[in-house]
């Protein structure tokens, strides 16, 4: 079997904390590469890793926040201004990602609508609880604590007898079991070293539930300024930019 490779793109907060890029990773799973989540850093973030962003296939995303979307219209930007992409692009969402994510293309580019009418974009949309299949991969999504605004979700996805969970940003929730269970590789948002909300995890909390979350493996990241302060005491492994996993 072939391994997959991961590559952390972004895994620092909206406020890119100590330099660090906003959320996005960069699975290469057979012959697909898919993006999850796509901050605004993430067009100059994916080619520092000497990665290509016109070689994606799939951009999923957990929630409508700025700092895991806006990296989209600058990839439509590219795609349809410098590299008149010809293959699909297809983005999964939460309920009213297309018309988020295009009102801020638009706002940002006033021919934006334009560039999706040139460029085979396909926006699929899901909802908590479902499952849906895209080019052979399974995911499935779960509703998480974070503002309800944004539609959070975290998500699994399966193909070929493997398993990737992600959080997405959440404050503690008993459905994290149903992601990180068994997944081969479980990314977990790491937002804070103790301090307790309801939008995001802190790491003694997530060392508390660790065994009954029974990952295979599990990746802290999304780190912010309390986190990072007490970096050196959280164990484990932790998402750096740059960072490669096979799994």
């Known amino acids: 079997m072939t391994a997959i490779s991961l590559t952390v793109i972004g895994s620092g907060d909206a406020f890119c904390s100590d330099g660090r890029f906003n959320s996005c990773y960069y699975l290469e799973w057979g012959d697909k590469k898919i993006l999850l989540d796509c901050g605004p850093t993430s067009l100059a973030a994916i080619r520092k890793c000497s990665l290509d962003p016109m070689a994606v296939d799939i951009i999923v995303i957990s929630h409508l926040h700025g700092d895991h979307i806006a990296g989209i219209p600058f990839l439509i930007l590219e795609a349809d201004k410098a590299d008149k992409r010809k293959k699909p692009l297809t983005i999964i969402t939460p ?146 930019e740059g960072k490669c996993i096979l799994f």
């Open 95 to 240: 309920p009213d990602g297309e018309r988020r994510i295009k009102e801020v293309s638009a706002l940002l580019y006033p021919d934006a609508m334009a560039m999706y009418q040139n460029l085979d974009i396909r926006f699929v949309q899901y909802s908590q609880g479902e499952d849906i299949e895209i080019e052979g991969f399974k995911m499935k999504f779960f509703k998480v604590s974070h503002n309800p605004l944004v539609n959070p979700h975290g998500f699994r996805i399966e193909k070929d007898s493997k398993t990737l969970g992600y959080s997405g940003d959440t404050g503690w929730t008993d459905v994290l079991y149903q992601i990180a269970d068994n997944a081969d590789l479980f990314i977990c948002e790491c937002n804070f070293y103790e301090r307790e909300t309801l939008t995001h995890l802190n790491y003694k909390k997530i060392v508390s539930e660790q065994q009954n979350l029974k990952a295979k493996r599990m990746l802290l990241t999304h780190f912010g300024k309390e986190s990072l302060a007490r970096y050196s005491e959280i164990k484990g492994e932790k998402a750096e």
